[in-house]
């Protein structure tokens, strides 16, 4: 079975653009979380869909959105990029409030 | 909101020495996963927790989770260097399910 796959891995933008990544979970999963982990403030949690929809959400401004296709992919998109939002970008599936896959990550340098 | 607090942040052991860490919850948990995250990695599954006063043993961890299900520890015993990384916990609870994260602790293990 593959794992959970992210796109791009690496990415450098500058101030005020926007972005989107995007996260493939692993085939028969519903729910992918995202998270964004910086050195000093360690892993925090973004949001989570199933089956389409948001089900949990975390403390980040409205910048930060994302949604869930019918395939189950998600796409994360951050507007407006700021300097604090450099960050390791991570993205996880799993099949229903279980064992979470993370993907390797995307690097977000925002210069 | 619900939190989930972990303590410590950071613990530094010496080699073969025992570690253990704590999340704590203000509400009842449904259930309790735990990962752990080597330095320069994705955060790696361990192991989840759904009964009241649930232990789980793998090696030389130990998991448990509370009789009242609003905290639970993992417990290494005689720490290796291979030990090291952030162990995070990440929990489901409350009335609506919601995903909480616990802060993660940092063990370094000194040879």
């Known amino acids: 079975k593959a794992g959970v796959t992210q796109t791009p891995r690496y990415l450098i933008k500058t101030r005020g653009q926007q972005v989107t990544l995007s996260c493939s979970p692993i085939?028969?999963?519903?729910?992918v979380s995202w998270y964004q982990q910086t050195p000093g403030q360690g892993l925090q949690f973004l949001f989570e869909y199933f089956s389409e929809t948001q089900r949990n959400k975390g403390n980040f401004p409205g910048r930060f959105s994302g949604r869930q296709f019918s395939n189950s992919r998600s796409e994360m998109n951050v507007s407006t990029l700021e300097l604090g939002d450099s960050a390791l970008y991570l993205c996880a599936s799993s099949t229903n409030y279980n064992e979470q896959f993370f993907g390797p990550g995307t690097r977000l340098t925002v210069l | 909101g619900q939190q989930v607090m972990q303590i410590p942040q950071y613990q530094h052991v010496q080699e073969g020495e025992d570690f253990t860490t704590y999340c704590n919850s203000s509400t009842t948990l449904s259930n309790i996963q735990w990962y752990k995250q080597r330095p320069g990695g994705h955060p790696v599954f361990l192991i989840q927790l759904v009964k009241s006063g649930e232990v789980k043993k793998q090696k030389r961890l130990t998991f448990q989770f509370g009789e009242a299900k609003k905290n639970s520890s993992l417990h290494i015993t005689a720490t290796q260097t291979t030990d090291v990384g952030t162990y995070f916990c990440v929990a489901y609870g409350g009335a609506t399910n919601k995903l909480i994260f616990g802060t993660g602790t940092l063990l370094a293990v000194q040879p």
């Open positions: 085939s028969g999963h519903r729910s």
